[in-house]
Nanobody
Framework: QLQLVESGGTLVQAGGSLRLSCAAS????????MGWFRQAPGKEREFAAA????????RYVDSVKGRFTISRDNAKNTVYLQMNSLQPEDTAVYYC??????????????????WGQGTQVTVSS
């Protein structure tokens, strides 16, 4: 099993930067694809970024490409989301998600079995 706890969300001005962290407990973190999803008020949860179990591959939704960077430190059981040039449309609850078992990156939330509680990111204009 994986237990995930996000941190780092806060209020930031447009153009600013934030780094979200997701700390995982459990011995299978280093075999898990990790993803970040986000849910804005009144909208469905959407894929933002994901990273392969070994960190060799990443994938992003088009709206964050060039601004967000996902990374992981398997020694620390932590995955990060560095967010730069934040815009008001990035305002959402950001969720960390895990997909165990040396599987491929997926953009589908249903493919992730493990979820954190979410952290709020608010970008003011």
């Amino acid at each position: 099993q994986l237990q995930l706890v996000e941190s780092g969300g806060t209020l930031v001005q447009a153009g600013g930067s934030l780094r979200l962290s997701c700390a995982a407990s459990g011995r299978t973190f280093d075999s898990a694809v990790m993803g970040w999803f986000r849910q804005a008020p009144g909208k469905e949860r959407e894929f933002a970024a994901a990273i392969s179990w070994d960190g060799s591959s990443t994938r992003y939704v088009d709206s964050v490409k060039g601004r967000f960077t996902i990374s992981r430190d398997n020694a620390k059981n932590t995955v990060y989301l560095q967010m730069n040039s934040l815009q008001p449309e990035d305002t959402a609850v950001y969720y960390c998600a895990g997909r165990r078992g040396f599987l491929r990156i997926s953009v589908a939330s249903g493919d992730y079995a493990y979820w954190g509680q979410g952290t709020q990111v608010t970008v003011s204009s």
